[in-house]
């Protein structure tokens, strides 16, 4: 028979032929005749001859491998030399078996295929050898491969018989290979985020890993620890406890395999508000002019302080006097104050915070009494309308202009009329909010007098009646004619004054007078201090003003009218002119009285006039227009005829009749102007005014008629919208201003805003989004995208308002070609239009633009000189409510 050696010793003392022999590692029965097994001196061994080259020996145990690399096993056997009883049945079958079996090598010689199957013939006394090599594959961690080498008779393995004396008749060895596990478990935290800044001493240390390890959080500088609560699917979150300042947060977690990993992040921590104190003014002091606030504002993560004041004690709204500074202050100025404009109990209000978000306020109330002096020279030989901003010590105006020959009136509308005083009464007495004429004859005259600034924390009311009344604005600062309010005394609401205008409480538009001119103010004007004006009311009632340190709010979108054409009117004679005045098609007008026509104030001598007659209209509302707006024709009504009459105190002087802008009235009217008495008809746009004599006090006719001979040429503009912000002007008025009518099922993909006066506007408000030339809007595109408009461009021969609210507003060129910034644009303000430079310089607007940038999201800042772009909106701030004029083109 044979015997088979696993790198075994020298053979041992034959045992006697038909023994089954149990030995370490191997079990032999022979076929017939004795059986010889040599016994190994040790349990077998294997040698290993290289693992990537790198010698090195082994145990039973097997090699231990990196992925990838190889190990080549020994395996010798020799023969016992027992060869006569049957030499076929003596040849010996060889077979291994491993998953990473890589080659079988006998003798060190040829390369048995990997299967691992040798056949070889009996040779008594011979020892062989074979080799198996072992590869781990690549990537593998953790994993053991078997080799299996077995070596049997050759005649029952070939045969398939059973062996007699026992089956198998076979040596088997078994030895493993392993990968062992050397990949660190994978740690992934979610928070807190690395380098983030709390306002709190705990924060919650999330994330995931592998279950089944260990793992323990550690803290600096505290040199807390606390064990990893690892879940079944490897998550874990604790909250832990941090220290003032920087803290350093590791967590490390370890696997069966002593594997570890680590992970740090750094945390800073912040929960103390910053220092904020008053040093001056004194808690419940008096104060009066300008101050100086001192205090602190400071902090170890300083960001930011501001300054405020508010009327009252508990004030709900709050004025500026600094805006935002980013220098801690500690026990010196933190702001001045001017307070020559307020008086009554004030509130300031300081207010810090550091980078990390925590915040601090104090506040403290003091009480102010500002009283003023008030200087103006009023010119000789011309009316004059005077107020004073404030409570004068003296109410008699007629005691204010010395010993000249000077003349006082004031308009009382409850007093009987009178062919030559009118209502004009020349004794009274006024106060703030109230105005009067004077006039001054050979020289002009100064006047100067002493006023209390009235109560700033209190709504200020003026009490007006039905009729015409001397207003004021009751305070030393420019305040928007659209920030009264106006009180029904017969019902005691209380409305904005667009509103009381739109239910017919008070006339549409307020007249201040200048070089012997009435000036028209609507509510986009503000009432200049030491100005006086009428205004017009159809109901006796109140105005009344919230000063709320001089801060608008509450008021409604505003946009501009939506105007087929708005034809002035102007007459000019004897050194008097009266150019205030127009005709007008409005969409959504009325033919009879509404809120777009505006009265015509009372005249005071010498004058010169020009108004429309409408004493037909109801009681309240019947009289002089100094403007007369009506709807467009109906369908099948072609012609709108107007009534306009011009009278002057000054007989046999010349007249003319002007139109100064009929350039700008639309192709598709005809207009033509009649003087009644004479049956001359003229075409304004070819000439450009009329002449006649005047005889006194005897009213000229005149009748305006316009034919619209078709609609309005629609243009349609299609506007490219990138994915996400789009800031945009659409140069187009539309018929249907509503931007529903305009995008339909595109407003699914879109979000478009439009935004006035700190208030948002949306497609569904009460308010809605209106389209028109000037205005700028915000659209949110999900996707790149093509919208498209449908509209009239604005006439490039007439200029085009945009109105601004005090504070930021969106505009955008309202025409089709580039637009400068610069002084051709104009801003109107309380009756003046000053350059856009100078209009900078008075504080009603910025010098600058931004424009914003879809791609980045970021702005760029445009000075003056730059052009504004068809078609792209921009941001400008505005510093008190005005109108921003783009000039004809």
Known sequence: MLCVLFACARAAALTPAGTNIAIPNLSITADGGAVSVSQPATPA????????????NATPAGASLAAGQSAIYQFTFSHNGNIGINPVK??????????????????????IPASGTVDLPPNAGNTYTFYAKVTAPAGVSGVTDTLTATVHNDYYQNNGTNDPFGDPDRITMTVATTVPDTTPPVLALTSPVDGSALTVSSTSVTGTTEPGVSGVISLSPSGATAALAVDGAGAFSQIVTLSQGTNTITVQVRDAALNTTMATRAVTVDSIAPTVAFTAPAQGSSVQGTIQVTGTAA?????????????????????????TSTAPVSSATLGTWDTLSLYGDYTLRLAAVDTFGNTAVATRSVYIGNAGIFTQTIPAGEWTMVAIPGIPYNPDPAQWFGSGRFEVQRWDPAMAPDPYMYQYRRTFSVSAGQSFWVKSYGTPVNYTV??????????FEIPVRAGWNQIANPYNRAIAWSLFQFKNTATGTIKSITDAIADGWIDGSIYSYSGSNYNQHGTADSLQPQTGYFMKAFVDGTLVIDPGAGRPGGVARMVRAKYDFKLQLAAQGANLRDTDNYAGILANSADGHDP?????????????????PHDEWPERAAGRYASDIRPAPEQGQTVKTWTFVVETSEPG??????????????ANYEITITDVETGATVDPRVQDSYEFTA???????????????????????????LPGWNLITIPLDPENTDVRAHLGSNLRNLSFYQYYDFNYYDPDSPERVDIQAGLGYWVYAQDAMTVEFEGEPPSPQAPLDVPLASGWNLIGNPFTTPVAFDDTLTVVSGGQTLPLSQAVAAGLVEGRLFRFNPENGGYAVLGPGASMSPMQGYIIKALAACSLRFSAQ
């Open 695 to 721: 005889a006194a006090r005897t009213p000229r006719v005149f009748r305006l008629a316009a034919r619209k001979a078709g609609a309005a040429a629609a243009h349609k503009l299609a506007l490219s919208l």
């Open 299 to 323: 902090d170890t993560n300083f960001s930011q302080y501001a300054l405020y004041y508010g009327p009252g004690l508990s004030p709900t709204a709050w004025g500026v006097i600094t805006a």
């Open 90 to 111: 003596d040849r010996f079958y060889i077979s291994v078996t491993s998953a990473w079996l890589n080659g079988v090598y006998q003798d060190a010689g040829a390369t």
């Open 653 to 666: 002087a010349p007249v003319t009749v002007s139109w100064p802008n009929a350039h700008t009235v639309p």
């Open 45 to 56: 061994s294997v040698a290993v001859l290289a693992v990537s080259g790198v010698a090195w």
């Open 450 to 459: 002493n006023a209390w600034v009235p109560d700033t924390t209190q709504p």
């Open 596 to 612: 777009a026509d505006a009265g015509n104030p009372p005249l005071v001598e010498p004058f010169v006039t020009l108004y429309f």
